[in-house]
Every structure is written in C-alpha cells, then in structure tokens.
C-alpha cells in the first residue's frame, strides 16, 4: 500500500495547490471549496493507505521477488448477513424526510442513522483476531 499512498498524496498535494492558486487568482469560494474537499478525500485515502502500510507491511504485490503462492490463504474477513445497513439507509432516509418535513421528523431519523452506524462500526468489536502464519 506504499505505492497507493504515495499516489494518493500526490493527488492530494495538486489538489491542494490548485485550490489555492485558483483560490487566489479567481476569488471564487465555490471552486476553491471543491477543489477543497478534493484535497481533503484524496488526503484522507492516502493516510488510510499509510497507515495500513504501517500496520500490515509490505504485501506480496509490492514485493518483486514474490511468487503466487504468496498471495494465497484468507484476504480479509468479510462478514456475512448484517441488519445494519438496511437501519443505515432507513435513518438516513427519516433524515431527509425530516429537512422537508420537520425538526421533529430529523431528530428521529439522526437517532436511528447514529444506531445503524454504531451498529455497523461495533458488529465484529469483539471478534478474535485471526493470528497468520
């Protein structure tokens, strides 16, 4: 993930200094708030891969004598059936509901979203960790 982390703060550092030369030169706060938060998704995309980098090292993809069989055995751990998103989507949907219809009608939606993402972020909290050999 080293290569994607590089890549990406690349793209972030252009992003940043097109912001601010277009933020200079036009004095457009639209443009220059997009090309902001282009700087800051790209920004956040290459710390995820730092630190990922950091934490699990280099993989078989990055290495140049690596063989096939390296790549082999369990990726990751994919979860199977989860309610959760389906709350996620009907609190986000109240949410928007309630800016049309009410404060009332927001809040509801806010507090189911909040539990759906909670859900969602604490389903495997207490998972054991696989230990690779």
């Not at 890549?7 to 200094?17: P, R, Y």
């Not at 997009?34 to 993809?61: D, E, I």
């Not at 996620?88 to 949410?95: H, I, N, R, S, V």
């Amino acid at each position: 993930m080293k290569i994607e982390a590089l890549l990406f703060g690349g793209v972030a550092v252009f992003f940043a200094s097109a912001a601010g030369a277009y933020g200079w030169w036009s004095a457009d706060p639209a443009g220059t708030a997009a090309l902001t938060v282009a700087f800051l998704m790209a920004a956040v995309v290459a710390f995820f891969c730092a630190v990922h980098y950091r934490r699990k090292g280099r993989r078989p993809q990055d290495r140049t004598d690596a063989e096939v069989a390296d790549g082999a055995g369990p990726l990751e751990f994919f979860p199977a059936h989860s309610p959760w998103p389906v709350i996620t989507a009907f609190g986000f949907a109240l949410a928007c509901a309630g800016v049309v219809y009410g404060l009332w009608l927001f809040l509801i939606g806010l507090g189911v979203l909040a539990r759906g993402v909670l859900g969602m972020v604490f389903q495997y909290a207490n998972r054991p960790e696989v230990q690779e050999d």
